[in-house]
């Protein structure tokens, strides 16, 4: 049977490992797909400075920042401002969720409680937190304890919001088939509500985590002696500009490594959804 | 001895009034509902859209408490949910985060049935249902006849006496629908459980029940309780050619089809 059927299936489709050709070739074209526009950024970087389309100590070529980058995490300098901002950010981002989640599921769960909050709440969520910097800093000084504050702040009305409203979406058909198999209030919450919920939470912990960095990082710009927000501020007023760049680049880089990895945890617990 | 009796039973819903702004009214969704299963019986019930027939199931499986009257179980009043009665619902009603297996597994968890044996059990009903190799599923990856036939182990696994059925093949397609029904006979002979089983089809409501209960709406009553005089439905291939099936199946044609019920409509 196998002897017979190997080479059958080998002549009925001949074209077709022609045309999707071989697996590392097709890797290759994808990887060229996803970075080609990337690669020629890159080089516009290096080549319009070097060329002298822009000033070259606005706009160093890239070669320099990175060399600039290079010498700022070997001498341990740039890790020291990392370590600072991902340190406040994932403290101030942690501590919403501890409360924010908690509180939203029960907020979400008594309907009186949920139509007198949420229009406070939206309001809060509605406020850009940098306007209230100012106030942080008058209550709390220039610490470490208003700059964790602030990314709290901008992180925990996203997350509240999304968990209150994915409670109440919550399909009432599989709360009415968990209730009618006689289960605790308890064990429906916590075998129904919550997992039914978390695809929606996980969309407000997605804005919390971009929030997060961009309040901190504004922040770190007006008052603090460490963190990414502060070097740059620093950099460019000594004129430092490829170790600004140098800086900025590596915001980025965050963003990007707090994105991937919020993405894959909400992959993973999102897995069932099609 | 019966195993499910309805008295006298009436549910009333409060409704925005059309008429006053911001008033509310009472609607009688079901009146004076009387009627009793046996041991071991399979009723089907039919009756237009709207006649309460989802609200009656409601009332059995206890999440809401009628009006007037009172439904017995075993000779004891119903007060609340319980394991005793498994409920298919109308529209699968599957936990979406759960495979297959996790969804019968959850039903037997609330059981209090131990881990070690809610494997074993979860696949012996999988495989009842010809499911046993789609155990490991999410919902969205089952076709609609697979998911209802989950449900169907789903509420099977946790042994209850009684199942209760919305419409639980409404969704399918002809052919589906008909396994489902000789599957569901196979399971009923060979489980001997007692099975209320609410459709909109007059030919499923006749091939299915032992007797078939006829709803009229506005309000609910029942207007006539058929028997259905067929012996062997599963060995009898062309059942549907039987004088008895084409005669019962006239009859509940007949009492859905009487005037009453097309002023309902107006
Ligand atoms: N929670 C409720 N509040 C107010 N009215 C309700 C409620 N539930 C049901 N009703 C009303 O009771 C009546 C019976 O509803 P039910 O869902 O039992 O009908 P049904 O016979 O199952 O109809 P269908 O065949 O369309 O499913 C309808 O008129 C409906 O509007
Ligand atoms: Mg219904």
């Known amino acids: 049977m196998v002897t017979i059927n190997k080479p059958a299936t080998k002549l009925n489709e001949p074209s077709k490992p022609q045309k999707s050709s071989s697996p590392s070739l097709t890797a290759f074209v994808k990887a060229f797909k996803n970075s080609i526009v990337l690669i020629v950024f890159i080089l516009l970087w290096e080549l319009a400075p070097q060329l002298g389309f822009v000033e070259k100590t606005f706009l160093p070529p890239f070669s320099e920042v990175v060399q600039a980058w290079w010498e700022l995490l070997v001498t341990g300098e740039l890790w020291r401002h990392f370590e600072a901002s991902i340190l406040r950010s994932l403290f101030g981002f942690l501590l919403a969720l501890a409360l924010a989640i908690p509180l939203g599921l029960i907020i979400g769960w008594y309907p009186l409680a949920r139509d ?61 088939s968990a209730r009618s198999m006689n289960i605790s209030s308890f064990k429906l919450f916590y075998k129904v509500i919550l997992p039914a919920s978390v695809p929606t939470i996980f969309t407000g912990i997605r804005m919390a985590g971009t929030g997060a960095i961009l309040v901190l990082i504004a922040a770190e710009m007006i008052g603090a002696k460490a963190g990414l927000g502060y070097f740059i501020t620093y950099s460019q007023y000594n004129f430092l500009i490829p170790e600004m760049y140098a800086g900025i680049i590596t915001i980025s880089l965050l963003g990007l490594l707090i994105n991937y990895g919020l993405s894959s945890a909400e992959r993973y617990f999102s897995r069932w959804k099609q | 001895m019966d195993k499910i009796k309805f008295e006298r039973v009436t549910k009333k819903f409060l409704v925005r009034d059309e008429y006053k702004k911001g008033a509310q009214r009472e609607f009688t969704a079901i009146k004076d509902i009387e009627f009793s299963v046996k041991e071991g019986e399979f009723i089907t019930l039919v009756g237009p859209s709207g006649c309460g027939k989802s609200t009656l199931l409601d009332l059995l499986t206890g999440l809401t408490q009628p009006t007037k009257g009172r439904i017995l179980i075993d000779g004891r009043e119903i007060t609340g949910p319980g394991l005793d009665r498994g409920i298919v619902f109308q529209q699968y009603a599957l936990f979406p985060w759960k495979t297959a297996r996790g969804n019968i597994e959850f039903g037997l968890e609330a059981k209090g049935i131990p881990k070690s044996e809610r494997k074993e059990k979860a696949e012996y009903y999988l495989d009842l249902v010809g499911l046993k190799n789609f155990a490991d599923r999410y919902p969205h990856e089952l076709s609609g006849g697979m998911k209802q036939r989950v449900a169907i182990a789903r509420s099977l696994a946790f042994n209850p006496d009684v199942l209760l059925m919305d419409e639980p093949f409404a969704a399918l397609d002809a052919q589906t629908r008909e396994t489902l029904q000789t599957e569901l006979l196979r399971i009923w002979k060979k489980t001997g459980k007692t099975i209320i089983f609410i459709t909109h089809g007059i030919d499923e409501a006749v091939y299915l029940g032992e007797r078939v209960v006829v709803l009229s709406a506005n309000p609910g009553t029942v207007k006539k309780i058929v028997d259905i005089p067929l012996k062997d439905r599963l060995e009898d291939a062309d059942i549907k050619s039987n004088p008895a099936f084409i005669n019962a199946r006239r009859e509940v044609w007949n009492l859905l089809h009487e005037p009453e019920f097309q002023g309902a409509h107006i």
Do not use: H, M, Q, Y
Not at chain 1, 122 to 145: D, K, M, Q
């Open chain 1, 116 to 176: 007198l909050l949420t229009p406070i709440l939206e309001l809060f969520r509605n406020t850009a937190a940098l306007a209230l910097l100012p106030v942080f800093i008058l209550i709390l000084g220039i610490g470490e304890v208003s700059k964790i504050s602030i990314v709290l702040f901008a992180c925990t009305w996203p997350v509240l919001l999304n968990t209150i409203s994915a409670v109440k979406n919550v399909d009432p058909l599989l709360i009415k």
